[in-house]
């Protein structure tokens, strides 16, 4: 990203902080908001998942794991849009 020119390196003046990256111009903003939202899926997927495991009881197959995540997904998916509601 430094090299495509979306984000400066900015030296510290503290010392020990070392070097921070910072974003540069509009480009630069859209490459974090987008590595933002990636990440935010990624872990929302993990989330997802250690809900389906923490409900299962023994051994399933990877079809019924499957089932089971898309639905505790959608569970979690409406739950977090009727809080938003309350707002």
């Known amino acids: 990203m430094v090299e ?5 390196i900015l030296e510290s003046d503290a010392g020990d902080a070392g070097p921070t990256l910072v ?11 987008l590595y933002a939202n990636i990440l935010e ?7 997802v998942l250690r809900g389906t495991l923490h409900a299962v009881r023994g051994p399933l197959t990877p079809r019924d794991l ?3 995540a898309i639905t505790t997904g ?14």
Not at 41 to 47: D, K, P, T
Request: proline share 2%; aromatic share 8%; charged share 45%.
């Open 23 to 33: 974003p540069r111009g509009k480009d630069g903003l859209e490459q974090l908001d």
């Open 41 to 47: 899926n990624f872990l929302e997927g993990y989330r």
């Open 66 to 68: 499957a089932k089971r």
């Open 74 to 87: 959608e569970r979690m998916y409406l739950a977090k849009e009727s809080d938003d509601a309350k707002l």
């Open 4 to 8: 495509d020119s979306e984000l400066s």
